[in-house]
T-cell receptor, first 112, second 109 residues
Framework: DSGVTQTPKHLITATGQRVTLRCSPR?????VYWYQQSLDQGLQFLIH???????AKGNILERFSAQQFPDLHSELNLSSLELGDSALYFC???????????FGEGSRLTVL | LAKTTQPISMDSYEGQEVNITCSHN???????ITWYQQFPSQGPRFIIQ???TKVTNEVASLFIPADRKSSTLSLPRVSLSDTAVYYC??????????FGTGTLLAVQP
C-alpha cells in the first residue's frame, strides 16, 4: 500500500460526458502528479501540483483540467470525453522533487 | 528536458542477474535517477534512486558512472515474479517528471 488513494477505481461512461477523478496523497506529501497510461503505452505526464499551485504541465488536453485543494487532495476533470481518453489515470505524490514518487492504484476510465 | 532511453525488452531466466541500462544524455546537474517497476494494471512502484556512483538496497543496485549520462539497474537472481516493465526516470530539477518508454523484462523458468 503506497498510501495514495484514488477513486473511483473503475469508471465507464459515454462519449461527450464529463468525469472527475480524485486523488488523496500520502500524509505530508505536498506534490501531486497526474499521469495517463493508455493500453500498452507508457506513462504520459499530465500535470504537477505543489501545495495547491500548478507547477508544470505536460501534454494535457485543453478538455482536461486539474486542481489541488487546501487539504492537498487533487482532482482531475476530464470533459467532452472521446473514445481515445480511455486509459488508466494514475496519481502520484511526493514529499520532494527528487523523483521518488508513490503511485496510487489508478482509475481505469472506459469511454464507450 | 531530460529524456531517457531504454531497451524495449529483455529476456532472462530464473536465478540470473539482470542489468538494464538507461541513457539520459541531457540529465541536469540537480537531477536524480530513479527506477520503477510496474506490473499490469498497477501503479509503478519505486525501486531505487541515486545521484552518482553506486546505490544498493534490499532489492536492487544502481550504478551511475561519473558523467551521469547513463545508469544501470541490476537485479540479482531474478525470479518469475520479477517479470514486469521497468522504467528509468531522470528528473527532479524541474517540475516535470517524464518517464521513458520502459523495458519489459520477461523472466522464464
Amino acid at each position: 500500500d503506497s498510501g495514495v488513494t484514488q477513486t473511483p477505481k473503475h469508471l465507464i461512461t459515454a462519449t461527450g460526458q464529463r468525469v472527475t477523478l480524485r486523488c488523496s496523497p500520502r500524509s505530508g506529501d505536498l506534490s501531486v502528479y497526474w499521469y495517463q497510461q493508455s493500453l500498452d503505452q507508457g506513462l504520459q505526464f499530465l500535470i504537477h501540483y505543489y501545495n495547491g499551485e500548478e507547477r508544470a504541465k505536460g501534454n494535457i488536453l485543453e478538455r482536461f483540467s486539474a486542481q489541488q485543494f487546501p487539504d492537498l487532495h487533487s482532482e482531475l476533470n476530464l470533459s467532452s470525453l472521446e473514445l481515445g481518453d480511455s486509459a488508466l489515470y494514475f496519481c502520484a505524490s511526493s514529499v520532494n522533487r527528487a523523483g521518488e514518487l508513490f503511485f496510487g492504484e489508478g482509475s481505469r476510465l472506459t469511454v464507450l | 528536458l531530460a529524456k531517457t532511453t531504454q531497451p524495449i525488452s529483455m529476456d532472462s531466466y530464473e536465478g540470473q542477474e539482470v542489468n538494464i541500462t538507461c541513457s539520459h544524455n541531457n540529465i541536469a546537474t540537480n537531477d536524480y535517477i530513479t527506477w520503477y517497476q510496474q506490473f499490469p494494471s498497477q501503479g509503478p512502484r519505486f525501486i531505487i534512486q541515486g545521484y552518482k556512483t553506486k546505490v544498493t538496497n534490499e532489492v536492487a543496485s544502481l550504478f551511475i558512472p561519473a558523467d551521469r549520462k547513463s545508469s544501470t539497474l541490476s537485479l540479482p537472481r531474478v525470479s518469475l515474479s520479477d517479470t514486469a516493465v521497468y522504467y528509468c526516470l531522470s528528473g527532479g530539477a524541474t517540475n516535470k517528471l517524464i518517464f521513458g518508454t520502459g523495458t519489459l523484462l520477461a523472466v522464464q523458468p
